[in-house]
């Protein structure tokens, strides 16, 4: 009986192993990829060749082969597509700053919510002959400023970066009722020991 069991585990493995190794292929072969390539280089030539016999300023719409357009919900298909900047917001601004500024137009930017004690520079970076400055709130975030930048509770701008200072020229109404203004130094701090 042990030695009929032992046969027919045998036989199952080997039929298993037989079964598992037959080929088989999944997906589309290196010829259908070949074959799709071809056809979507001649439509790109056909719609260039077509493109180029319009009128300047008209637009071709390429059409597939079933006759329907190759227009998607989000643009058209294809190589021949050119971004027009013309009338368009710039994609790398922030739309929640421009927001801001059209909602408040005296906003104030992080930096002008502090007084210019509360400040500290902790490093001035050069390229070339424009020098920015790394400026630190209490909260520990940091900010980089570059001279005209606002800066303080008191209307402050960056007049100018040093090699290890910035120096702050501040805008405020005196005890008299008088405007004046104020320059301030905000130096980098050196470290202690070390």
């Known amino acids: 009986m042990r030695r009929l069991t032992l046969v027919t585990l045998l036989a199952l493995a080997v039929l298993a192993l037989a079964v598992g190794c037959q080929k088989q292929t999944a997906g589309p072969k290196a ?3 070949r074959a799709a390539r071809a056809v979507a280089i001649a439509k790109a030539k056909q719609a260039a060749a077509s ?4 009128p300047p300023g008209a637009k071709a719409v390429a059409k597939n082969d079933e006759g329907s357009s190759d227009q998607t919900a989000y643009g058209t298909k294809g190589q021949g597509y050119v971004y027009d900047r013309q009338g368009k917001k710039d994609p790398f601004r922030s739309f929640i700053l421009d927001r801001v500024q059209e909602v408040d137009p005296l906003a104030k930017g ?18 070339g002959h424009r020098r920015r400055a ?16 606002p800066i303080g509770k008191n209307a402050g701008h960056v007049v100018e970066i040093g090699d290890n200072r910035m120096l702050v020229r501040e805008a405020y109404v005196d005890f008299q009722g008088e405007k004046t203004t104020k320059e301030i130094q905000l130096r980098i701090r050196q470290s202690q020991g070390g």
């Open 31 to 33: 010829t259908d990829y």
């Open 51 to 54: 493109s180029a016999k319009l």
């Open 110 to 127: 992080p930096l002008e919510q502090f007084d210019l004690s509360q400040l500290s520079v902790t490093g001035v970076v050069w390229e």
């Open 134 to 149: 790394f400026v630190v709130d209490p909260a520990g975030h940091g900010y980089i400023v570059r001279e005209g930048d």
